[in-house]
């Protein structure tokens, strides 16, 4: 069983950062796909980023120049920067037990508690 913890949110104001973090343990998943998703209220939940075991990352077209995904065997992060208010959203760590990343919810085995992050205007 992998045991995902995020950390890292809080509020800001619009075009500043946020680093979030996400620690796994209980299983070794350096060979797992690891991504984030983010919910608002009122909104499904979607797909913001993810990495593979190789380094290779995708991201939302909404956020593509604006966060990074890094990681290294048993957690990653995800740098937020020129964050806007529609950013405003449940940010959740997510693991696949595949090393073949995919942007839908449905795919991933493992889920964190999530972490609020909220940028005002």
């Known amino acids: 069983q992998v045991h995902l913890v995020e950390s890292g949110g809080g509020s800001v104001q619009a075009g500043g950062s946020l680093r979030l973090s996400c620690a796994a343990s209980g299983h070794t998943i350096s060979w797992y796909c690891m991504g984030w998703f983010r919910q608002a209220p009122g909104k499904e939940r979607e797909g913001v980023a993810s990495?593979?075991?190789?380094?290779f990352a995708s991201y939302a077209a909404s956020v593509k120049g604006r966060f990074t995904i890094s990681r290294d065997h048993a957690s990653n992060t995800l740098q937020m920067n020129s964050l806007k208010p529609e950013d405003t959203a449940m940010y959740y760590c997510a693991a696949r037990s595949v090393d073949y990343c995919s942007d839908s919810r449905k795919d991933y085995n493992y889920w964190g508690q999530g972490t609020q992050v909220t940028v005002s205007s």
């Open positions: 990495i593979d075991s190789g380094g």
